[in-house]
């Protein structure tokens, strides 16, 4: 299964450069964009993929790796999209995709969307898979980082928390902006499941937790 030819014909015939321009300078000016709002894409992403078969894990990392290949910003966003609603069918594999995929054109917008729908799903139903975010937590590159420290978001009452904490505090001292928000933001989504436990966290451990990590956590405690 390979979607990109149709997605290209597809996503150039909704280019809109009237609104790319705004896209453009909302993401810094980093990536070139076709000008096709999210809602409006996924409707068009429903249409090429409409009929399909399922993507095998092979179909998924050729299909990702070559809409990275394309300059425009929305062909990741089909990619990431596509990987989250098909996780279930990869194994630990594909975290070697992921991983070019984070570590190339990284910024925190497809870096985020794969981390806890793709990445995350994947350590659910492989938890051997662990081994890798313990790997990325303290790699040099931050997205990886980034990455094992959220990946658990969606986990919720699942979420092993005793890792959790722990990560936060490995990275607890990083002076970059995205690892100390990614720490804060960890916290607050755990802390809808077990907010005693995130509030004792964090109250033990302020001379540790940078005030924006503790700001995020404790925005809804």
């Not at 280019?15 to 809602?39: C, K, N, V």
């Not at 925190?108 to 051997?128: E, M, Q, S």
């Not at 590159?141 to 986990?155: E, F, G, P, V």
Request: glycine share 4%.
């Amino acid at each position: 299964m390979d979607p990109v030819p149709r997605l290209v014909e597809v996503y150039t015939g909704a280019a809109d450069e009237s609104r790319a321009a705004p896209m453009r300078a909302y993401m810094r000016d980093q990536f070139p964009f076709l000008g096709i709002p999210t809602p409006a894409r996924r409707l068009l992403d429903r249409q090429i993929l409409a009929g399909q078969p399922r993507p095998a894990e092979a179909d998924l990392r050729a299909g990702a790796l070559a809409c990275w290949a394309l300059r425009e910003r929305e062909y990741q966003y089909f990619a990431c999209d596509w990987l989250r609603a098909n996780a279930d069918v990869c194994t630990p594999a594909s975290l070697t995709t992921a991983r070019t995929l984070i570590t190339t054109r990284s910024w925190w917008d497809t870096v985020d969307a794969l981390a806890d729908r793709f990445v995350g799903a994947i350590v659910a139903n492989h938890p051997a898979a662990v081994s890798t975010m313990e790997e990325w937590l303290v790699d040099d590159d931050i997205w990886l980082a980034r990455t094992a420290i959220l990946h658990q978001l969606a986990y919720r009452g699942k979420t092993d928390a005793d890792r959790l904490f722990r990560y936060c505090l490995t990275q607890a001292d990083h002076q970059d902006f995205f690892i100390r928000k990614a720490i804060g933001w960890a916290l607050r989504q755990y802390a809808r499941t077990d907010p005693a436990a995130v509030r004792s966290f964090v109250d033990t451990n302020r001379d540790r937790l940078s005030g924006l990590s503790i700001r995020e956590a404790t925005r809804h405690l």
